[in-house]
């Protein structure tokens, strides 16, 4: 008799799982990509948020009816952002009768918060 033992896969089981894996894959990249510019897009509406609280307070402070983000800056109103999506904020004021403020990212994104 021949005891051998044929422990192991065979080629058509391994190359079944690595299909499975990649159609699992393909399934998860484009949500997990999603969910990333969700949150990027959240980070980006809290600094707004931020600028547009630092800009009414400044305004109450000081009795102006602008506040540039600039200003905001060097009167440590806040602290300097950390970029998220390489997006700018230099180009924001901050109105007394409120509005909105946006910023672009190079990606193109563009994130408006209304105050």
Avoid at 7 to 28: D, N, R, S, W, Y
Avoid at 29 to 41: G, N
Wanted: proline share 2%; glycine share 8%; aromatic share 8%.
């Amino acid at each position: 008799m021949n005891n051998k033992s044929k422990k192991g896969f065979t080629l058509v089981e391994i190359m079944i799982v690595v299909v499975i894996i990649g159609l699992l894959a393909a399934m998860a990249i484009p949500a997990f990509q999603k969910v990333r510019e969700q949150s990027r897009e959240k980070a980006i509406t809290n600094n707004l948020r931020q600028v547009a609280s630092a800009g009414q307070q400044y305004i109450l402070e000081e009795g102006v009816t602008e506040a540039p983000y600039g200003t905001l800056l060097d009167e440590e109103y806040f602290t300097a952002f950390q970029s998220v999506a390489d997006e700018s904020y230099t180009g924001i004021t901050v109105s007394e009768d409120g509005g909105t403020i946006s910023t672009t990212t190079t990606g193109g994104m563009t994130v408006i918060f209304t105050y």
